[in-house]
């Protein structure tokens, strides 16, 4: 009797433990960097982007009917509003843009998410996926997995993991990166040269950072940029359109 009080007692202790562990990850978790009031301003429609953010954050132009689209993974922990500036600017330009909340505001846990984008826009004829950070990795991993889906592929201070080979895949992929990022540093972003193709654009921002590929403020171990945001982000949204303009139907 005595044995079994005692492992009930464990069982009881590892499952309050365990509690307290998960507990403590999903608050972690559901706090992430807040976006800026410049980034809620994109969110409404006007004459030219209508704006819908159920189920995803979609930016559909209004000028064009838009045969290319570009699903964007956020960054981890970085609510996905933070992008919309972005993501309405390429709007803006002809293309059907969606960004997808995460889980926990963390795209590892639902990388495949891009598959229910693809299938409610049958409309669309080529598609290019892409992220900020760890949204850029699970980005890399989608395109990986489904070739047949994907034309283009862009990271933004991301790389792919080492289990995501695309070296030999028909892929047009564009690596922007910061020259003063804190958190992926410009050299481990340009070691994943041998897991990309060999005509991957590189495209360093000289005295971009991390955080300013997004509008949350600034990230916990970045380095300070010498360029405004405005300019970070003008330069990464124009090297990300070079790519969709490159994918694009004749």
């Not at 953010?53 to 996905?80: A, K």
């Amino acid at each position: 009797m005595q044995r079994r009080k005692l492992w009930v007692g464990i069982f009881i202790g590892l499952a309050v433990i365990l509690g307290i562990g998960v507990g403590g990850f999903v608050l972690w978790a559901s706090n992430p960097h807040q976006a800026m009031p410049e980034a809620l301003a994109s969110l409404a429609s006007d004459d030219y982007v209508q704006v819908e953010t159920d189920p995803w954050i979609t930016f559909l132009p209004l000028n064009q009917e838009p045969s290319t689209g570009f699903i964007f993974y956020p960054g981890g922990l970085v609510q996905p509003e933070a992008y919309a500036p972005a993501a309405r600017a390429i709007a803006e330009a002809g293309y059907l843009v969606v960004i997808t909340p995460m889980p926990l505001n963390l795209a590892v846990i639902d990388a495949n998410v891009a598959a229910e984008v693809i299938a409610a826009h049958p409309e669309i004829e080529r598609w290019a996926i892409g992220g900020h950070s760890l949204g850029g990795s699970m980005a890399a991993a989608f395109a990986d997995k489904n070739p047949e889906a994907t034309a283009g592929l862009v990271l933004w201070a991301s790389y792919p993991a080492s289990s995501n080979d695309l070296s030999d895949q028909e892929i047009a992929v564009a690596s922007i990166y910061g020259t003063l990022d804190g958190v992926a540093l410009p050299e481990t972003v340009l070691a994943a040269q041998a897991l990309l193709p060999l005509d991957t654009a590189w495209i360093p921002i000289e005295g971009g950072n991390h955080s300013q590929f997004g509008w949350y403020g600034f990230q916990e171990g970045d380095n300070p940029a010498t360029v405004s945001r405005e300019e970070q982000q003008e330069q990464a949204i124009q090297a990300t359109m070079e790519l969709l303009q490159q994918i694009s139907p004749p």
